[in-house]
């Protein structure tokens, strides 16, 4: 009997953290992205190479929301799934969580041809913070991991190109306004999974433009790709030319032969097929190849000295093998951006497979041998034929509705009368976030809150900082449109916005957390710890209880905050919840304001002033493994050095560690000269000398 493709929904359940809800403070700062090089890198580069490395950077996350709410207290949990089936492979994929693929089995085999996370573990890894290792992501936006990572998608069913069923993923992405869409399907008997992927730019302007399909796989492999030389990057601001497979005397096609962590982009000639494949020591594994507009092809290591091996255990849970990824792109590197016109769009088509190729040997021909069976298997021009049957039917309109995202596609769309075929923004997705923003494009008003708490979302595209600045001039509006106005580059103009809300408004610390920044970005260092200081002390005030309750007593929390897959309460950022969802929205504040305080007033050197905040943080926030560093902090700008050591000690995890970030090794070099414990050991980097 023929299995014919189907989609089905499933529940996976697994060990999971939960996300907790997302930072309210708007991220002003410029963006902090490990994928940097310094600029005299560029001038032994391809002038097409160079040129993309400069265009379009990405430097503020707005709108987006930082999500560091996530803590690392894992139970069990439900996770809604969709799946994607033929009598030869299985696909698992996360609608709820950006889409990403989690599984995709061989069934003839039985074999997982992913790395397949069992558990869901957020890390601060994405551009905004919260990701989690695993599976096959699509990363758009800008360099480093997407904003989606961990946000819900709309999905569909939709006609395959060969009559049978499709399933289809898209939304709006946000850096970029740009909307997106993922078909994936199983043609009936094939061991390949196809993905055609669409961007569109509806704008009347060029847009700079990402795209990264990440694959995670087992590192106990040998990644094949048609390449002889690849640029390395090793986080250390250097992207170098490189021999393949060897250099520095290791072969780096193994992952674990390279002693810390590292990128390498292939450089695939002109003109080869584009693939790139791991394989086990049987030379069994998997294989993705793609049409020629996905050009790029990468290698990514953790490595095997200690900061890898730390992050790796970080990631998921004791006893699980470690992985490596292969990823496809639409440049020669993560670090460049390609123009996108005006009302344009760039498709290609992705497959998906098995591959069964002996990976030991010369690399020649071992590169060879794989290039020839995948030949065998999933011909060059069958891909282009896919994707030319695909294409037509990228317009299709979805039909049943298997998951919905967040309604701020709706919301553009409602805004701009643009009509997207095939990805429809349905203004039935419209929720409270957007409801303002609704009422100020049908009224020319934006509504006063309708409850006490941190403000919402600020949107800062020209057409919306347009409207705030034609609105009614209320405390509540000046906010919004300083914040747009400073993500427009009009710093100046910003300021005086906030300024004259300030002077109006009876709930002033969004207003003076934002000047705050402003100073800091002005390098008034003190003046800005004068600000926050102030904030704090106003949030305190503004909490729904006295004073004097905020410390020891928890602040209630609740909720998820936002449309996750995540079925039961749990934890927030490891504290104890209740049902009561405005607490959590205060707990977020409290939190995240708390922090940039003390930040601010230990550069100034304010110790007691910094620990009038700290005292004022409530018991569960302190608790909290940043909390933790920042006490130990504390106490050695209070000159208790010994104290400070037995945080270190008594041990404590930063739940939302930066991917690159030294803090704990800089703070513990300031406490002796002794080494760094192996669990604070998270260095991406050879330690200095």
């Excluded at 599984?103 to 551009?127: C, D, I, K, M, W």
């Excluded at 290791?250 to 962590?261: F, G, V």
């Excluded at 951006?337 to 990976?359: F, I, K, M, N, T």
């Excluded at 020319?444 to 347009?466: F, I, M």
Aim: charged share 25%; aromatic share 8%.
């Amino acid at each position: 009997m023929v299995i014919v493709t189907r989609i089905r929904r499933e529940v996976l359940a697994l060990s999971a953290a939960r996300l907790g809800p997302d930072n309210p403070l708007p991220p002003l700062r410029p963006l902090d992205e490990v994928h940097r090089i310094d600029d005299r890198e560029r001038e032994e580069m391809p002038r097409d190479m160079a040129r993309q490395l400069g265009h379009g950077p990405l430097h503020s996350l707005l709108p987006v929301r930082i999500r560091d709410g996530y803590g690392r207290t894992r139970r069990p949990r439900n996770l809604d799934a969709l799946v994607i089936e033929n009598d030869r492979l299985r696909a698992t994929v996360l609608p709820g969580l950006g889409g990403r693929i989690a599984s995709l089995v061989h069934l003839p085999t039985g074999r997982e041809l992913l790395y397949r996370n069992p558990v869901f573990q957020p890390a601060n890894f994405a551009l905004n913070g919260a990701w989690y290792s695993g599976g096959i992501e699509w990363n758009i936006g800008a360099t480093g991991h997407t904003t989606l990572s961990c946000a819900p998608l709309h999905a569909a069913r939709v006609p395959a190109p060969d009559g049978g069923e499709m399933l289809r993923l898209w939304e709006w992405e946000r850096l970029r306004d740009l909307p997106f869409q993922v078909d994936l399907w199983l043609p009936d008997g094939s061991d390949f999974l196809y993905a055609g992927v669409r961007i569109r730019n509806p704008h009347e302007r060029p847009v700079p433009t990402y795209w990264w399909s990440n694959i995670a796989v087992p590192e106990d492999r040998r990644v094949l790709a048609p390449a002889e030389e690849a640029w390395h990057f090793g986080y250390e601001r250097r992207l170098r030319r490189v021999p393949v497979p060897s250099y520095e005397g290791l072969d780096r096609t193994y992952p674990l032969n390279s002693p810390h962590a590292a990128d390498y982009f292939y450089e695939v000639p002109d003109g080869r097929r584009r693939w790139i494949a791991a394989a086990d020591a049987d030379g069994h594994g998997l294989v993705q190849t793609s049409t020629d507009v996905l050009r790029g092809r990468k290698l990514f290591v953790w490595g095997s000295g200690a900061g890898g091996r730390r992050w790796q255990e970080w990631l998921t849970e004791p006893g699980t093998g470690g992985y490596c990824e292969i990823q496809a792109g639409l440049a020669r590197t993560q670090l460049e951006h390609v123009r996108l016109e005006a009302e344009s769009e760039v498709s290609w088509l992705e497959a998906y497979g098995p591959l069964d190729a002996p990976p030991g040997g010369p690399w020649a021909r071992a590169v060879q041998e794989a290039e020839e069976r995948l030949e065998a298997a999933l011909p060059r021009a069958r891909v282009e034929e896919a994707y030319a049957a695909w294409r037509p039917g990228a317009d299709t309109g979805p039909g049943e509705i298997l998951a919905v995202g967040s309604g701020w596609g709706a919301l553009e769309v409602l805004c701009n009368g643009w009509k997207l075929p095939g990805t429809p923004f349905a203004e039935s997705t419209l929720g409270e976030a957007q409801e303002p923003w609704r009422d100020l494009l049908r009224t020319g008003s934006l509504p006063e809150p309708r409850r006490a708490g941190p403000p919402g979302d600020t949107l800062v595209a020209p057409h919306w900082r347009d409207m705030l600045e034609t609105a009614r001039a209320t405390p509540h509006t000046e906010y919004h449109l300083g914040v747009a106005q400073w993500h427009g580059g009009d710093r100046a103009q910003a300021v005086r916005s906030w300024e004259r809300g300030l002077a109006r408004t009876s709930s002033p610390w969004p207003l003076l957390r934002c000047l705050a920044v402003a100073e800091q970005e002005t390098g008034h260092h003190e003046r800005a710890a004068e600000r926050y200081a102030d904030a704090f002390d106003d949030l305190c005030r503004a909490l729904p209880r006295r004073p004097d309750d905020v410390g020891d007593t928890p602040v209630t929390a609740g909720g998820d905050g936002h449309d996750i897959p995540l079925t039961d309460a749990g934890d927030v950022g490891d504290t104890p919840v209740t049902d009561d969802g405005e607490g959590e929205a205060w707990t977020a504040a409290v939190a995240a304001l708390g922090r940039e305080a003390l930040d601010a007033l230990l550069r100034v050197r304010h110790t007691a002033r910094a620990r009038a905040v700290w005292d004022r943080l409530p018991g569960t926030v302190r608790q909290r493994g940043r909390f933790r560093l920042f006490e130990a902090e504390l106490l050695l700008a209070e000159g208790r050095a010994a104290r400070a050591r037995a945080v270190f000690d008594e041990g404590f995890e930063v739940a939302d560690l930066r991917e690159g970030a030294d803090v704990i090794d800089r703070l513990w070099a300031r406490l002796g000269d002794g080494p760094l414990p192996a669990r604070y050991d998270f260095r991406m980097h050879p330690a200095p000398a």
